[in-house]
């Protein structure tokens, strides 16, 4: 059977190696250069962090700035504590020195914990290629194996060339990471300018204004991120997209997908600057990507599984689904505790620093809504169906995890057990309506674990977030928000109706977004050409026709010498 | 000679062994096997989706024996294998054509 496989030697980079190509064309033509007074990149590392980095736990700057708006109501006092300030220093030079020095360990602190909490959510590789691979057939073993290793390759790439200068490329103008120095060569949109940003501009292949210590940095980190929308969409399309199709799913989603909505709430494009814009609270907030990491890759995993269709024999001719166990739940179980380990980098990383203390609360608040999806998926499974299943209490925990993502930093450890509770019932609703209602084939319930899930956790934003964290977020209300000094990002529950909406509002747009664009590219890319496997090629299992191996191959038949 | 080929559950295997052992029946082949017969399958739900699991983990002994020996075999192995309720298993005797040691290449009874 296999010998009638014509192997068509890299026929299938053939799309993508175009793809990349052409983007890479783009990405040479759209480099800048540098005017005289536009901030240098500092790539050795030897420039970034000094005495205007250092602060205290309360985020005063030890070294005040001059006050530059002669017309702000408290000019005359900012300038008083500036010539202070100047008085001060002149006195004491050697402090003002150590400060410098201050401010240089406190940069390179969050260095150290971004990119170690970025290594943990590297991790999370591992944890869903098993947690994949154990939930399907054993056929399609090597196949589930290569879709997520490919995904990590080639996503990266992709995101290397323009997916971080399109989501970051503007990041300075509005949404400067200041626990790491601020990148402040990020700092021009290609589509939009001011608070109205669609696109990046700066940054393309890591060059120029990237190659910064500051940027690697969180070019690390966020990579990461988009890797985990990237990984997500195999958990949907596995067991019977081919092989290169998935490679234009990747080079999609790290180069476009993934950037263009990274860029509107956290790139300091539009959507986060809508609190400040359109009145909506502090504008969308996802702290770790509830709907920038999960419902997009959620979501387009949805759009391409309807476009894919089901599963061969998924459903009869009657329409009823047909269920195909797992092949290995000890893969499953151990896949979703690498999960849960490394979502300990995902969100408290998110901070971007150990100098921020709420990442005890993060951590805390995340480990809470895991057991409490869990739990909840548990029961509520035992109840509908007489046995706890093993599949269903691990995506009950991820969903958990999932919905907790957006709202972690800003919500106490009894509202996390009740946004887990919320998500635990959500995904075992969502795995059963795909199954029978809507009968879009999910094998690993990816669709309802991170696409719904994920909405939910941006909405529960706005209504379980209770002001004590994230005064300022996204430079609304530093002073004063909601007539309190120092409340911070606030949901329904608290009195903030506004945010609430504006959670509402850019959740759903996010799922429109995931949702719409994969739909329409990708319905004319299958149109083109099919991304389906034929169905002898589905039958056999993809391990052997698409890569030519077995993840278990029988050692019955072997010569020794 | 003969062949006893018999389907057993898998926990009876020790018990089974021991009596062959006793009675000084020296080698046998062991496969693990699937089937059903009157015992049947059941159904389970998986992901909330229903399915059968029609056949049951056996195991399969293959044994054989000189014409005169096959009688006590066959009561060693229903002594160790019989638990009295459905799924016990079955033995099948088939007459056997010809038998080789590979070894020292003897025929028939000697081989045996």
Redesign the interface.
């Known amino acids: 059977m296999t010998k009638n496989v014509v192997r068509r030697s890299c026929g299938w980079a053939r799309l993508p190696g175009r793809a990349v190509l052409l983007v890479g064309l783009l990405g040479v033509l759209l480099r800048t250069g540098f005017a005289a007074d536009t901030p240098k990149p500092d790539p050795a590392g030897i420039a970034t962090g000094d005495k205007t980095t250092a602060v205290d736990a309360g985020g005063n700057a030890f070294a005040v700035p001059e006050p530059t708006d002669k017309t702000a109501p408290d000019y005359a006092k900012n300038k008083k504590d500036f010539d202070e300030y100047q008085a001060q220093a002149a006195r004491e030079p050697l402090a003002a020195k150590l400060a410098d020095s201050v401010g240089h360990i406190r940069i390179a602190t969050n260095f150290a914990w971004t990119l170690n909490t970025g290594y943990l959510v590297l991790f999370m590789q591992a944890g869903f290629a098993l947690l994949t691979c154990g939930l399907v057939r054993k056929k399609n073993a090597a196949h589930l194996m290569m879709l997520n290793f490919a995904a990590y390759v080639f996503a990266f790439l992709a995101y290397y060339a323009v997916g971080y200068a399109f989501q970051f490329g503007a990041v300075a103008v509005n949404a400067a990471p200041g626990n790491l120095g601020g990148t402040p060569t990020l700092n021009h949109f290609l589509i939009g300018s001011g608070q109205w940003g669609f696109l990046g501009g700066n940054g393309f292949f890591l060059s120029g204004p990237a190659y910064d210590a500051g940027s690697n940095c969180l070019m690390l980190f966020e990579v990461v991120f988009m890797e985990t929308a990237g990984y997500i969409i195999v958990g949907s399309i596995c067991e019977r997209i081919n092989f290169w199709g998935f490679l234009l799913c990747e080079l999609f989603i790290g180069a476009i997908l993934y950037p263009v909505f990274g860029c509107w709430v956290w790139g300091g494009g539009w959507l986060s600057q809508v609190g400040a814009t359109l009145n909506l609270g502090h504008g969308y907030v996802d702290f770790a990507g509830s709907t920038v990491v999960h419902a997009v890759g959620g979501f387009t995993a949805m759009a391409l599984a309807v476009i894919l269709g089901p599963r061969l024999g998924k459903y009869g001719k009657d329409g009823k689904p047909r269920a195909f166990p797992a092949h290995n739940l000890v893969y499953v179980v151990t896949g979703t505790f690498i999960l849960l380990f490394g979502w300990m980098g995902f969100n408290p990383g998110s901070t971007l620093g150990a100098t921020d203390l709420r990442i005890s609360v993060i951590a805390v608040n995340t480990n809470l809504a895991a057991v409490a999806g869990s739990a909840t998926a548990l029961f509520f499974w035992y109840v509908l169906f007489g046995k706890p299943d093993v599949t269903m209490a691990c995506n009950g925990m991820l969903a958990g995890l999932v919905a907790i993502t957006a709202p972690c930093a800003f919500v106490s450890p009894t509202s996390a057990v009740v946004i887990g509770t919320l998500a635990g019932l959500l995904v075992c609703g969502g795995v059963l309506f795909n199954e029978r209602v809507s009968k879009i084939d999910d094998p690993c319930g990816a669709i309802s674990v991170h696409g719904f899930c994920g909405w939910l956790g941006a909405v529960c934003v706005g209504i379980f977030a209770d002001g004590t964290y994230g005064s300022g977020w996204n430079g609304i209300g530093a002073a004063t928000y909601l007539g309190h000094a120092g409340q911070g990002v606030t949901g329904l529950l608290h009195g903030d109706t506004r945010q609430f909406f504006c959670q509402l509002g850019g959740a759903t747009l996010c799922a429109i977004w995931a949702f719409g664009a994969t739909f329409v590219v990708f319905s004319i890319v299958n149109k083109i050409k099919s991304m389906r496997v034929p169905p002898e090629v589905e039958r056999e299992g993809l391990d052997i026709p698409e890569f030519g191996m077995s993840a278990y191959p029988e050692d019955a038949v072997v010569t020794i010498d | 000679m003969k062949r006893i080929d018999s389907i057993i559950r898998p926990q009876n295997l020790d018990a089974v062994k021991e009596n062959l052992a006793a009675i000084g029946v020296q080698a046998l082949t062991v496969t693990e096997v699937r089937g059903f017969g009157r015992q049947k399958g059941h159904t389970e739900?998986?992901?909330?989706?229903?399915?059968a699991v029609d056949f049951v983990p056996k195991i399969m002994l293959t044994i054989i024996s000189s014409d005169d020996r096959a009688k006590e075999i066959v009561d060693a192995i229903v002594a160790g294998a019989r638990t009295g309720k459905m799924g016990d298993g079955k033995i099948f005797v088939s007459p056997l054509d010809e038998v080789v040691r590979i070894r020292t290449g003897e025929h028939g009874d000697a081989a045996v």
């Open positions: 739900v998986y992901r909330g989706t229903e399915y």
